[in-house]
């Protein structure tokens, strides 16, 4: 007989929480810092709480200086710890890139495999929150050319806990992307203790013959949307989270364009450069001979993401991904 899973109903960031307070707990290797990350619980309040139950020198408050607290944790994580590092917003994360690709990415390869960096980087990101210049970049693509590291991105609760946990316990380096759009937007039955998802696995959100729609973090709900709204004009799509962005699912992607063969990719992020060129790529090296029309990628624009009054027509709609749709099945 088993016995049933306990659960409970969390939004995403509860999830984050959630995921942070079963290894703090577990594991007493296990740090949190960052910026307001202990009395105020965090910017989004993803921390709260968890500095009143594990103390100061567990849940660190840090100074405004993200190089100097993610270096300082690099090298906690190279001298035994796991930290976890809160960056306020994934545009903050700047000063903090050389720290994260000269060293963290690189320490590993650089001892011969002697050290390893098991240090998780949060941090939210994504527009349509109405927040100010800075705050809604989408640029994982600056981490996904780096070997070394691994960039992970949840859309739901239950994937965002499992992944986390699976973060802390990897050897490597993580930049564990949270979509703020998704933050408090859904809930979800997500299973009380440890539970894991293996990064770099996708998942399969819906089965159709006609196309392949792939999509990550706050534009898997755009995606889904759009794919209820073709099934009624008779298309059926396959809807594909990535949920991890390298190492990207080549076998998913793979399987699910060999059988549609037509694919539209959804990305928030500027079109230049982006995840979705190299998901392009991997369709060319494994699918070409299958596609029955060009890939079609619905994107941010190749601008700074715009102020409030600009920041939708700025992001991915289900309506352009709808149109984008239609191109690749009329083609």
């Known amino acids: 007989m088993t016995m049933a899973v306990k659960t409970n109903t969390l939004t995403l960031v509860q999830a ?16 949190v810092l960052g910026e307001d990350v202990g009395k105020n619980g965090g910017v989004f309040r993803a921390t709260d709480g968890l ?37 306020q917003f994934l545009g903050f994360i700047y000063p903090a890139y050389e720290q994260i690709m000269t060293h963290a990415s690189r320490i590993r390869s650089r001892t011969m495999g002697h050290f390893t960096v098991p240090i998780v980087i949060r941090a939210p990101y ?27 991105c949840p859309s ?13 316990e990897d050897p490597d380096p993580v930049l564990f992307l949270e979509p703020m759009r998704c933050y408090r937007s859904s809930r979800e039955e997500v299973p009380e203790g440890k539970y894991t ?8 959100l819906r089965e159709g013959d006609d196309v392949t729609v792939i999509a990550w973090g706050a534009m898997v709900p755009v995606a889904m949307k759009a794919a209820e709204e073709a099934a009624k004009k008779g298309i059926q799509a396959d809807v594909i989270d990535l ?33 979705a060129n190299d998901i392009v790529s991997i369709i060319n090296d494994t699918s070409f001979l299958y596609q029955k029309a060009p890939v079609e990628r619905v994107t941010g624009f190749d601008v700074p993401v715009p102020f409030f009054a600009l920041e939708d027509y700025y992001l ?9 749709i239609e191109k690749a099945v009329k083609f």
């Open 16 to 31: 984050v929480t959630d995921a942070m307070r079963t290894m703090l707990r577990e594991r007493d290797d296990v740090l």
């Open 51 to 87: 500095q009143a139950e594990f103390g100061e020198d567990r849940v660190i408050d840090t100074p405004l200086s993200e190089a100097g607290f993610t270096g300082a944790a690099i090298g906690m994580a190279v001298n035994g710890f796991r930290p976890i590092v809160e960056i």
């Open 126 to 152: 994504g527009a349509g929150v109405r927040a100010p210049e800075i705050h809604c970049d989408s640029t994982e693509a600056l981490f996904t050319h780096m070997p070394g590291i691994k960039v992970v």
């Open 156 to 168: 739901t609760p239950y994937d965002a806990k499992g992944l986390l946990i699976a973060a802390i």
């Open 197 to 204: 998802i293996e990064i770099g696995k996708g998942k399969k």
């Open 243 to 275: 949920r991890t962005l390298y190492p990207l699912d080549r076998d998913l992607i793979a399987e699910s364009v060999q059988k549609t063969g037509r694919t539209v990719i959804v990305q928030e992020a500027h079109a230049t450069g982006g995840v």
């Open 316 to 324: 991915p709609t289900p309506e352009r991904v709808l149109h984008a």
